[in-house]
Each structure stands twice: as structure tokens, then as C-alpha cells.
């Protein structure tokens, strides 16, 4: 196996559906998708409103804060470019969509259900992701 460095990183394939998304991330803003017919704000996002299935949609920017609604410690590397301990968090926003995240910025040990986090973007190879951190550490959002 090749040392890490050679390994990249394993990025997101945007799809037509999750372009708006990546591409708000890669200007350091945070989107979520928002139906017309029903006002539902959803990740990720579709072709359909997944409360109403209304085609007419947009993107919303949303304030980057939330808190952490489950988490999982991967203390066992599974990816070269990823080394573990680590932290998978499905994030529950402010706004109320959850996305599947990370907690950075803190011991993997000091997350907990019900943290308050928010939004810290990260560049792996070029390619800005959304990453979290606790509140209380954070540089202060640009929104
Ligand atoms: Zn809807």
C-alpha cells in the first residue's frame, strides 16, 4: 500500500441534484433546498420536494448553525487519506434540515448529542467541505 500522501482524498461526485449544494460550499456558503409549493427546506437535494412533491425548487442560504443530532467515533481507519479517530455527525440545522457531517476543532471524546455547532469550511484537494465546530470555538460565519 502507498504511503497516505499519495492516497487523494475521497471527494463528492456532484450530481445535477447536488451541484448548487457543492458548488455554495466551494464560495463558503451553506444551502439548503427550499420548495415553492410548501415552504419545506430539505437535504440533500432532488428532482422533488420530498414533502410534496413539488418540482418548483430552489437553493436558500441557511445561517451555518445547529447542533449535533447523533454521532459516531471511528476510532478504526478506513481510509488512508481519512485517519481515524474521528468523528460522522448527522448536524441538525437551525433552519431544520440535517446533513451528515463532522465535528472538528475538538477531541472526538468532547462531542455529545445536543452540542451547538456550526458551520466551518474545509479544503481537501482544492474542494471546500462542510465541517463543524463547536460553537463557542468557532471563527464567526461570514453569512
Ligand atoms: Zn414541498
Partial sequence: MPPNDQIAYPLPHPTDFTKPFW??????HLVVFACAGCEHLFLPG????????????????VSGFGEVFSFVIYR???H?????????????????PRLISTVIGCAP?????????????????GFMLPRF?????APTHKV
Fill in 23 to 28: 458548488d455554495a460550499c466551494q464560495d463558503q
Fill in 46 to 61: 432532488g428532482s422533488v420536494c420530498p414533502k410534496c412533491w413539488s418540482t418548483d425548487l430552489s437553493v436558500r442560504e
Fill in 76 to 78: 478504526r481507519t478506513y
Fill in 80 to 96: 488512508p487519506a481519512i485517519p481515524a479517530p474521528y468523528v460522522v455527525a448527522l448536524i441538525e440545522l437551525k433552519e431544520g
Fill in 109 to 125: 471524546e468532547k462531542v455529545s448529542i445536543g452540542m451547538a455547532v456550526q458551520i466551518q469550511f474545509e479544503a481537501e484537494d
Fill in 133 to 137: 465546530t463547536p460553537q463557542d470555538s
